[in-house]
């Protein structure tokens, strides 16, 4: 049984445990500091009042509780099996390595649940420390942005970045920000494209990337890119997140020989403006002129961009215009659907689940939107790495020592 499983498990025992407490039965759990242990689906956690994306249950998406459910055990009632293997499941999932001896000696040998604790959450922090997870999130930076296979150094640019931010404790907010890249582990000034550091956004002005995703009349497959692994959704936008009413788009972008182009259009064009001065290889164009506009973006005399308006009035939808790819690599990192996706992602790759894990084909992470226990599960664990300035690390080490996870790993 895979652990959403057992998550989804879970279900079916709150109901037993809302008719206990009724007839003046309690539970109180205690973790290592003496707080109360919060369940998955505990309904005092303040951090699940809101539920989200509930259309998806309404829908039928459900999947199935199993039909013997088992009790959500308490610190307490852990043995030193459970954690050996809870050690085991973390240890092959992030290392692909069994745990070490020594870690799962001293489990084993543990006199009381508060000893094996320690000793498991000291082989956490070193495992989650490891080169061997640098280089699982290596394969799967690869994979999810789609350069980095071939063999030219370059390529690795955009994963290099990731895994610098990763193994030095520093937000992922910079895959959107930072104007350096990473060379033999170091930061140097990114000069690859020519393009003014002002100018400059973290992987959305990587020359590689660029050069992959950009070369497109269009710059669709940009747009669709820098959606799917930020924002994780499918270009393109449905719900009014940057986009332009349908009304405002110009007539040229609406129908084209009998294909509505405005669902794309509406969206692609706000964004787009902000790279128009990099050509298809991913170099800077000083001079852009309407020879150059491989975009399509409208252009005015001086060779400045044109947007068009959002209403009669020629009044603009946002009060920041996008104007640089600095500007809209930070615009997103301020928004709950990207903080929301960057947690989906964490979360995918520390439950393997096979969409989007590392190892696998899927390039969007699981959405944890099936039933309430993984829309609380999602938002506990974004409000978590929000609080931890999205920095992966840090998400990692506590997800793997807390009851989310422990409490859902089979012996």
């Known amino acids: 049984m895979s652990m959403l499983a057992r998550f989804n498990q879970t279900i079916r025992v709150t109901g037993i445990v809302i008719l206990l407490f009724a007839v003046g039965c309690s539970n109180s ?26 259309d998806s249950n309404e829908a039928g998406n459900q999947p199935t509780p199993s039909p013997t459910p088992t009790a959500t055990p308490t610190p307490s009632s852990f043995s ?6 809870s050690l085991r499941t973390v240890s092959l999932r992030i290392r692909r390595l069994q745990p070490d001896t020594a870690d799962m000696n001293a489990i084993n040998a543990a006199p009381n649940y508060e000893t094996a604790k320690t000793a498991y959450d000291a082989a956490i922090d070193r495992y989650v420390g490891s080169t061997q997870f640098a280089e699982i999130l290596r394969e799967y930076f690869k994979d999810q942005f789609g350069v980095g296979a071939s063999s030219v150094p370059a390529d690795d640019e955009p994963r290099n970045l990731a895994i610098y931010l990763f193994t030095n404790n520093r937000s992922m907010d910079e895959l959107l920000t930072a104007n350096f890249k990473i060379v033999n ?113 409208e252009q005015n005399f001086e060779g400045s961009p044109v947007r068009e308006p959002l209403t009669p009035n020629g009044e603009f939808k946002f009060l920041d215009i996008i104007e640089k790819p600095s500007q809209y690599g930070y615009q997103i990192t ?78």
């Open 185 to 297: 582990g170091a930061q140097v000034p990114n000069t690859d494209t020519g393009a003014p550091t002002d100018w400059l956004a973290g992987i959305l002005t990587s020359k590689p990337w660029l050069a992959r995703w950009a070369g497109n009349n269009f710059l669709f497959n940009y747009m669709r890119e820098i959606a799917r692994f930020f924002e994780c959704y499918h270009y393109p936008d449905n719900d009014n997140f940057y986009s332009w009413d349908l009304e405002t788009v110009a007539a040229k972008y609406r129908v084209r020989d009998g294909v509505n182009c405005h669902g794309c259009h509406r969206t692609m064009n706000v964004r787009r403006s902000a790279f128009y001065r990099f050509d298809q290889n991913g170099a800077w164009r000083t001079n852009p002129g309407n020879a150059d506009n491989i975009y399509g973006h």
């Open 29 to 54: 759990n205690q973790v290592d500091g003496g707080t109360q242990a919060q369940s998955l689906f505990d309904d005092n956690n303040p951090s699940t009042d809101t539920l989200k994306n509930k």
């Open 80 to 85: 030193n099996a459970h954690m050996a293997s």
């Open 334 to 411: 301020q928004t709950d659907r990207y903080h929301r996706c960057v947690a989906r992602r964490a979360l995918t790759i520390a439950l393997n689940h096979q969409a989007g894990s590392p190892g696998q084909s899927g390039i969007l992470p699981y959405s944890f939107d099936q039933n309430e226990g993984e829309i609380q599960l999602l938002d506990r664990w974004t409000d978590k790495l929000n609080a931890y300035e999205r920095k992966w690390k840090p998400f990692f080490v506590d997800f793997f020592k807390s009851l989310d996870f422990l409490n859902n790993v089979l012996d």
